[in-house]
């Protein structure tokens, strides 16, 4: 007996892996679930992982994708944020949805575009993962290429940069290299959590506006 999506029940917090899945399987499995879905997707090499996060999961998914829209404002920098969408390329046999992701130095290359194509269009300059209860996949990131990846893990803030195929952690952003990005992101997004949502952006713009 074959069991249908619909059969299947994720509890908040966890993953279900399924292994041995098609690329064609992948991709039918992604039009199945459509993109309405509060659950998460990765697919590498045959295995495919379903996620469904915790709210803290996506409060720090939010804060940390406003702060950062906030350092693109405050410098001036043209960006394009895409959320969670999904990137996948076939002949990598890799496919992720990152918790948020930024187009920076390649915004014109996609800009007002509907759906994105890895086969022709770049990667995001810049994605962010919360590893509070999943486990971020470096492999998917590198192999598709995306430059920056950061982590999240509830405490830390961890930056890694792509080196010749590979991620390097790193102390500094490359995107924005003179600002101290892993202390500053975790001390406003504990911020938000004592001061408010509104009274923490205030103030990490009022501190950088003293930066730049």
């Known amino acids: 007996m074959l069991l249908e999506l619909n059969q299947l029940i994720v509890p908040v917090g966890h993953q279900l892996l ?26 590498s090499q045959g295995v495919l992982e379903i996620m469904a996060p915790l709210p803290e999961h996506e409060v720090g998914k939010k804060i940390i994708g406003n702060l950062v829209e906030i350092l693109l404002e405050e410098l001036d920098i043209e960006f394009w944020s895409l959320g969670s969408t999904t990137f996948d390329q076939e002949k990598m046999d890799a496919g992720v949805e990152p918790d948020d992701c930024f187009y920076i130095e390649n915004e014109a290359a996609v800009r007002g575009k509907d759906r994105i194509d890895l086969t022709v269009d770049p990667p995001p300059d810049l994605a962010i993962e919360i590893d509070i ?9 590198q192999l598709l290429g995306v430059s920056e990846l950061w982590r999240w893990n509830g405490k830390q803030l961890e930056i890694n940069i792509l080196i010749n195929g590979k991620y390097i952690k790193s102390n500094h952003s490359r995107i924005f290299p003179s600002l101290p990005i892993v202390q500053v992101i975790p001390e406003y997004l504990n911020r938000s959590k004592t001061d408010g949502r509104n009274a923490a952006m205030k103030a990490f713009r009022s501190w950088l506006r003293t930066q730049i």
């Open 133 to 141: 209860t999943s486990r971020t996949h470096f492999n998917n990131y």
């Open 18 to 43: 399924i292994k041995d899945i098609s690329w064609p399987v992948y991709k039918n499995i992604l039009a199945e679930l459509g993109e309405n879905r509060s659950s998460r997707i990765s697919y």
